[in-house]
Antibody, heavy 126, light 108 residues
Framework: EVHLVDSGGGLVQPGGSLRLSCAAS????????MDWVRQAPGKGLEWVGR??????????EYAASVKGRFTISRDDSKNSLYLQMNSLTTEDTAVYYC?????????????????WGQGTLVTVSS | EIVLTQSPGTLSLSPGESATLSCTAS???????LAWFQQRPDQAPRLLIY???SRATGIPDRFSGGGSGTDFSLTISRLEPEDFAVYSC?????????FGQGSKLEIK
């Protein structure tokens, strides 16, 4: 059974840093792209960024709102995904979810977000 | 960036009725790479539909998706109490992978 467990959230002051983790089990972690998605209180979902697999050189991409401040990394030996968040602002307050990206089977099905962690709350406040 | 607009914002129905939710994209969604998610309070999103019309593993056939290009829909037939939740569409064909603002399905 696929299982993703998000952790590392908490209260941080504006300008501070935080590192989130996502522990994966129940599937071959190294095969999959992995993403982070966030949801501010009472708001919709917002894609944060992606890290591809080794076959695609672990390349990353980010939403404009976090580019240059957030860094996604992974450790396939530990089946773990990370989100390093720097220069945090109150606008970054949200529940952060890791999401597994399905292996591509056809252009029509594409790389959809098939499993999600339970989320971890990040609160940026003084 | 592809903007997804969902309607209605809130839909009030009774168990046993059918619901149809809409998702309109600001530009054509690549390869119909459109997904629908269900989110209950304080829970993570749950994938319902991908590729505009394919049901995810374990999703009952009461849930069906359709559409192409810029107009997509999610239909839920024979509503059950556990179906009352927030539903979000997402396009995952073009980065940044954007979500709609969500439609709330509430019990009438």
């Amino acid at each position: 059974e696929v299982h993703l467990v998000d952790s590392g959230g908490g209260l941080v002051q504006p300008g501070g840093s935080l590192r989130l983790s996502c522990a994966a089990s129940g599937f071959i972690f190294s095969d999959h792209y992995m993403d982070w998605v966030r949801q501010a209180p009472g708001k919709g979902l917002e894609w944060v960024g992606r890290i591809r697999n080794k076959a695609n050189s672990y390349t990353t991409e980010y939403a404009a709102s976090v580019k240059g401040r957030f860094t996604i990394s992974r450790d396939d030996s530990k089946n773990s995904l990370y989100l390093q968040m720097n220069s945090l602002t109150t606008e970054d307050t949200a529940v952060y979810y890791c999401a597994r990206i399905a292996l591509i089977r056809s252009p029509i099905t594409g790389r959809y977000f098939d499993y999600w962690g339970q989320g971890t709350l990040v609160t940026v406040s003084s | 960036e592809i903007v997804l607009t969902q309607s209605p914002g809130t839909l009030s129905l009774s168990p046993g009725e059918s619901a149809t939710l809409s998702c309109t994209a600001s530009q054509s969604v690549s390869n119909s790479n459109l997904a629908w998610f269900q989110q209950r309070p304080d829970q993570a999103p749950r994938l319902l539909i991908y590729g505009a019309s394919s049901r995810a593993t374990g999703i009952p056939d009461r849930f069906s998706g359709g559409g192409s290009g810029t107009d997509f829909s999610l239909t839920i037939s024979r509503l059950e109490p556990e179906d009352f939740a927030v539903y979000s569409c997402q396009q995952y064909g073009t980065s940044p992978y954007t979500f709609g603002q969500g439609s709330k399905l509430e019990i009438k």
